[in-house]
Antibody, heavy 121, light 108 residues
Framework: QVQLQQWGTGLLKPSETLSLTCAVY????????WSWIRQPPGKGLGWIGE???????NYNPSLESRVTISVDTSNKQIFLRMSFVTAADTAVYYC???????????????WGQGTLVTVSS | ETVLTQSPGTLSLSPGQRATLSCRAS???????LAWYRQKPGQPPRLLIY???SRATGIPDRFSGSGSGTGFTLTISRLEPEDFAVYYC?????????FGPGTRVDIK
């Protein structure tokens, strides 16, 4: 059974850089896009960007200037870096999986447990 | 960018009742790229429906999806206690994923 385990710094000051890691356990790394999605407290979901095993990325244009998503295929890990954070970046950040082929393309079929990141001075 | 709106914002119902949730797109979208998720408090969302009408693995048949073009519906035929949660629709198009604002189903 595929599991996504996430970790990273939970408390940041404004202007610092957010760094999160997502590790894939129990399944293939190839054949999927891996996305980061965030959810501010009490609010809805927002897609940040995605990457596949070759390092091909797609970003939400609203965040692209501050976000870098990278991958370590040998260790089946995905990384999120977001620079110059503000209080508006306070959210639960989720790592997710999107199949590239099959019936469930373009949906998020597996989710990590989420990591709360708080930005406060 | 396709904007998704969901209605109602909150639906107050009793266990055993039928729930009908709406998702409208700002422009016509492909049914193959429309999905629904349920999010219980303190948990990540869970995929319910993909391709507008196909149930994801392990999803009971009380959940059904329908619609095309700009209007899509998620129906829960008989609400179980675990169904009182927030539901999101999601679309993929032009290399961008978007979510609706969500519908909360709470206990009346």
């Amino acid at each position: 059974q595929v599991q996504l385990q996430q970790w990273g710094t939970g408390l940041l000051k404004p202007s610092e850089t957010l760094s999160l890691t997502c590790a894939v356990y129990g399944g293939s790394f190839r054949g999927y896009y891996w996305s980061w999605i965030r959810q501010p407290p009490g609010k809805g979901l927002g897609w940040i960007g995605e990457i596949n095993h070759t390092g091909t990325t797609n970003y939400n244009p609203s965040l692209e200037s501050r976000v870098t998503i990278s991958v370590d295929t040998s260790n089946k890990q995905i990384f999120l870096r977001m620079s110059f954070v503000t209080a508006a970046d306070t959210a639960v950040y989720y790592c997710t999986r999107t199949p590239i082929t099959g019936n469930t393309v373009n949906v998020f079929d597996i989710w990590g447990q989420g990591t709360l990141v708080t930005v406060s001075s | 960018e396709t904007v998704l709106t969901q209605s109602p914002g909150t639906l107050s119902l009793s266990p055993g009742q039928r729930a009908t949730l709406s998702c409208r797109a700002s422009q016509s979208v492909s049914s193959t790229s429309l999905a629904w998720y349920r999010q219980k408090p303190g948990q990540p969302p869970r995929l319910l429906i993909y391709g507008a009408s196909s149930r994801a693995t392990g999803i009971p048949d009380r959940f059904s999806g329908s619609g095309s073009g700009t209007g899509f519906t998620l129906t829960i035929s008989r609400l179980e206690p675990e169904d009182f949660a927030v539901y999101y629709c999601q679309h993929y198009g032009n290399s961008l994923f978007t979510f609706g604002p969500g519908t909360r189903v709470d206990i009346k």
